[in-house]
T-cell receptor, first 109, second 114 residues
Framework: DAKTTQPPSMDCAEGRAANLPCNHS???????VYWYRQIHSQGPQYIIHGLKNNETNEMASLIITEDRKSSTLILPHATLRDTAVYYCIGRDSNYQLIWGAGTKLIIKP | DVKVTQSSRYLVKRTGEKVFLECVQDMDHENMFWYRQDPGLGLRLIYF???????EKGDIPEGYSVSREKKERFSLILESASTNQTSMYLCASSDTMDRDNGYTFGSGTRLTVV
């Protein structure tokens, strides 16, 4: 199973890039890493996922190390609305998502 | 815009009541999931379904049952609600044909059992 480790909380100034780290040293070679976020009192929202290559979409960029033991989610220009809990997630042997405690990201004006 | 809709945002029920939480998705997804979320415990999978009339137990199925009579609807049933089932309940769906892509979640139902 791909267990992930994230810092419990982070701050970032509005307008700056927010870089959220995740360690996933037990991930296997064919397992994706997924990122979701959850804004207070809402359901989780899918952000991005990746396998080996770096990925970018309209929400964020995902940088995965060559050994795939860690990754970083980048929000290039954080806004106050990006304040949320961010989850870095792997899958278990039954293909179900494994949810940890996530990182509480606070964007400060 | 694709959606997963949960029937109630907030719900208050009495101990012993039978409670139905409804979830509907409009994406023609095969897979549907019910989670509960509690402070300090994260999201925990209760049940999931990969097809109509099919269901599988998740990590914490005790005290719950589910029903999937139609592809778009997945219901979570608390046969006899108890106070320890007070929680945020989240429904999600995903596409089997695109199983490596993300889940789409509903907005959640905050259930309080008194």
């Amino acid at each position: 199973d791909a267990k992930t480790t994230q810092p419990p909380s982070m701050d970032c100034a509005e307008g700056r890039a927010a870089n959220l780290p995740c360690n996933h040293s037990t991930i296997s070679g064919n397992e994706y890493v997924y990122w979701y976020r959850q804004i207070h009192s809402q359901g989780p929202q899918y952000i991005i996922h990746g396998l080996k290559n770096n990925e970018t979409n309209e929400m964020a960029s995902l940088i995965i190390t060559e050994d795939r033991k860690s990754s970083t989610l980048i929000l290039p220009h954080a806004t106050l609305r990006d304040t949320a809990v961010y989850y870095c997630i792997g899958r278990d042997s039954n293909y179900q998502l494994i949810w940890g405690a996530g990182t509480k990201l606070i964007i400060k004006p | 815009d694709v959606k997963v809709t949960q029937s109630s945002r907030y719900l208050v029920k009495r101990t012993g009541e039978k409670v139905f939480l409804e979830c509907v998705q409009d994406m023609d997804h095969e897979n549907m999931f019910w989670y509960r979320q509690d402070p300090g415990l994260g999201l925990r999978l209760i049940y999931f379904s990969y097809d109509v009339k099919m269901k599988e137990k998740g990590d914490i199925p005790e005290g719950y049952s589910v029903s999937r009579e139609k592809k778009e609807r997945f219901s979570l049933i608390l046969e006899s609600a108890s106070t320890n089932q007070t929680s945020m309940y989240l429904c999600a769906s995903s596409d089997t044909m695109d199983r490596d892509n993300g889940y789409t979640f509903g907005s959640g139902t905050r259930l309080t059992v008194v």
